[in-house]
């Protein structure tokens, strides 16, 4: 990475990340981990749309799974003493509070923030135009969909705050 000198290695998979943190700070003690979490919800519609885009299998259940899983191991971080340098940001704060959020991560790794260049989000969907539209990618789950995915994650979404119970998020 440019801004540091080439002194930083940034990978983006966190649930790879996050089961293998403990051997990772073990590799590298004085390195900085930036753990970014997202709805369980987007995320497993976002990865449906880019598996039917790429037209690989996609296996609902296990992907309700897995995140709920990624999400129990997000839980257990925190709690961690023996890992320094370590933050939790939630995917869609920073999608609202980017250049906030962005100086602020800055400076936990300790390099001047800079004017960042503007990207295009990177989307399996047709249609996005504002950080709303990157929330509510699960909006067109049947009803079969929703239940299967509150049995299998709803308790996560319900710990990580993104729902009250899992009674209050369907509409008709």
């Known amino acids: 990475m440019l801004a540091s000198g080439g002194g930083r290695f940034i990978e983006k998979t966190p649930e790879w990340n996050v089961r ?8 590298f003690p004085s390195a900085y981990y930036i ?5 369980g919800r987007n ?8 598996k039917m885009k790429q037209k690989e299998d996609f296996d609902f259940v296990s992907s309700c799974q897995n995140w709920a899983k990624a999400m ?4 257990e971080v925190p709690d961690k003493k023996s890992i320094k340098n ?3 940001v939630r ?3 920073l999608l609202v509070s980017f250049n906030e959020i ?3 991560l800055c400076k936990f790794i300790r390099i001047k923030p800079f004017k960042q260049r503007p990207i295009i989000p990177n989307s399996s969907f047709e249609n996005f135009n504002s950080p709303e539209d990157f929330n509510n990618r699960w ?3 049947s009803e079969e969909k929703v239940n299967i995915f509150k049995k299998t994650a709803g308790s996560q979404l319900i710990k990580w705050r993104y729902v009250e119970s899992n009674d209050s998020w369907w509409y008709d």
């Not at 293998?20 to 590799?27: P, Q, V, Y």
């Open 72 to 75: 129990n191991l997000f839980e």
């Open 20 to 27: 293998h943190l403990k051997l990772l700070h073990e590799l």
């Open 35 to 39: 753990l970014v979490y997202r709805d």
């Open 102 to 104: 962005f100086i602020d």
């Open 91 to 93: 995917y869609e704060d």
């Open 86 to 88: 370590m933050r939790l």
């Open 139 to 141: 909006g067109s789950w």
């Open 43 to 50: 995320q497993v519609a976002s990865t449906e749309a880019k």
